[in-house]
């Protein structure tokens, strides 16, 4: 077992590291107040090569690995964890499915655009009745010669208002089910297709969520991405792809928590002595250092079960499940740590709190996480 990273592996975690301290961190406090979308660092990600990370170069991606991505969202998110989220959807959502499952046509039209960047793309699986349980689609999609119409109300999507191209899953088929379910490319500024409600949320607040409309939108039939009635598999596979990321995402909130913890610890003085000196203290520092070693172990596993072309399923959905338990748990402890200050708006650590909880409820909230592991174990 080699616990070494490739040349590669390093530098990508170097060069998301310095972006992330270089041209993340200056804004993060005011983005946030703001709920203020990062579009100038969407950019620059996307010139770095951090949009279509695992998609190969002739397709407008950096040709990474899963591994790499996974680097890049931790370092990212440790700064802004909304930037992680916009980046990840891009990543393992809309580029990872597209390039697996697209068309040659698709890709020439959609995918090199997505994956070097020049547009940005949203993942449209959930509804106001379909969350945890994601077969209950209620947008359609009839064909009618070569087009389809759309009809529906897509809820919660990351990037929705910003992005160029909407990958969105309907019904096709409402009596097959989970195997009546399409997926279907959606572009911006198709008649019909309108942005609703601009969610107002805890955390990952510069991060865009809004509601999309879907009123007799006329897409080209060539737009469907795979067979007819595979669209629920496809989200399903994407999905686990996509938990390696938000596992990242959330890898990255706990090591920014453990690191404001240390920092504050050996600073603040109570009763002529830094705090970092009480066992109280370091004891709550240990264990937040010990999870967060934990987490990462699972997410990189994750990483490279799926780069090694190994099924990964179960082992991204534990690495989600835990490393978004222990985002939560470390946020509280930094808060704890920092006492009065750790409430306050000024410090970082009161919205590490509110960004690390989202991590534990979408992409498949940490129940649902528990229901793939079980059943992987029990079948
Ligand atoms: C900020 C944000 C961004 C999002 N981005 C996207 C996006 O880009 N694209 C997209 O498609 N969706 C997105 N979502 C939606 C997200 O994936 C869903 O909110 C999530 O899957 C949960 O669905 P729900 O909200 O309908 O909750 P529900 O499914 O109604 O769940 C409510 C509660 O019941 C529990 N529960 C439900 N079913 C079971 C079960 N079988 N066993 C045990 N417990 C269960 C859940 O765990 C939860 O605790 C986003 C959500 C948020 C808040």
Redesign the pocket.
């Known amino acids: 077992m080699d616990f070494q990273f490739s040349e590669i592996h390093e530098m990508i975690r170097e060069t998301a590291r310095k972006f992330a301290k270089e041209r993340v961190a200056p804004g993060t406090i005011e983005r946030d107040e703001r709920e203020e979308f990062p579009k100038a660092i969407v950019k620059e990600l996307a010139e770095l090569g951090f949009m279509g990370m695992m998609v190969p170069e002739e397709w407008g991606g950096a040709g990474l690995d899963a591994l790499s991505y996974a680097l890049a969202v931790e370092e990212i998110s440790k700064v802004d964890a909304s930037v992680g989220v916009i980046m990840s ?1 891009n990543n393992s ?1 809309v580029c990872f499915g597209l390039n697996k499952e697209g068309s040659q046509l698709q890709k020439e039209r959609f995918l090199r655009d997505l994956a070097s960047g020049r547009k940005l793309g ?5 509804e106001p009745e ?5 077969s209950n689609q209620r947008t359609t999609a009839v064909r009618d010669g070569d087009s389809y119409i759309l009809n529906g109300v ?7 208002s910003t992005a160029d191209i909407v990958l969105v899953m309907a019904a096709t088929d409402k009596a097959k089910g989970a195997k009546g379910i399409s997926t279907f490319i959606l572009e911006k500024g198709t008649p019909g297709f309108t942005v609703g409600k601009k ?1 107002r ?1 805890l955390g ?1 607040r510069s ?1 865009d ?1 809004v509601s999309l409309s879907l009123t007799d939108c006329r897409i080209p039939a060539a737009n469907r991405v795979g067979e007819e009635g595979g669209g629920f598999k496809f989200a399903m596979k994407t999905l686990e792809g996509g938990r390696i990321g938000i596992a990242a995402q959330a890898l990255g909130i706990a090591q920014a928590c453990l690191d404001a913890s240390t920092r504050y610890a050996k600073e603040r003085k109570a009763f002529d002595h830094p705090i970092a000196e009480l066992q109280a203290i370091q004891f709550k520092i240990a264990d937040m250092a010990t999870s967060v070693e934990a987490a990462r172990m699972l997410v990189y596993r994750a990483a490279f079960l799926k780069d090694s072309g190994s099924p990964f399923g179960p082992e991204a959905a534990m690495a989600k499940l835990f490393a978004s338990k222990i985002a939560v748990q470390a946020a509280l402890e930094a808060i704890q740590i920092h006492g009065g200050y750790g409430y306050v708006r000024e410090y970082l650590v009161e919205r590490y709190l509110r960004d690390a909880k ?1 991590t534990e ?8 996480q528990k ?1 793939v592991i079980a059943r992987s174990l029990l079948k």
């Open positions: 959807v959502l949203a993942f449209a699986l959930s379909a969350g945890s349980d994601a897509k809820n919660w999507i990351t990037n929705g969610e949320k990952i991060s969520t989202i409820i979408y992409e498949g909230t940490s129940e649902i229901i």
